[in-house]
């Protein structure tokens, strides 16, 4: 059982690390930034969730 917590663990701190690079790498602006940045590391499972759910999305190209 300890190689299964393990593992959920290691995914969850990419995705963590995946989404806090997304968010340094966005157009937003700096206090949005840091506000996602926050939200993610103060409440990992939700500011993750949240941030894959309501976090900004890339430009479509106009046809």
Known sequence: MGLTYGAIG???LVLHL???Y????SASAR???L???ALIAL???LG?????VMGPRPQRLAR
Do not use: D, T
């Open 31 to 33: 206090r949005v930034k």
């Open 18 to 20: 995946w989404a806090i």
């Open 43 to 45: 409440f990992p499972l």
């Open 35 to 37: 506000m996602w940045v």
């Open 48 to 52: 993750l969730f949240n941030w894959f």
């Open 22 to 25: 997304q968010v340094l790498g």
């Open 10 to 12: 290691a995914v969850l």
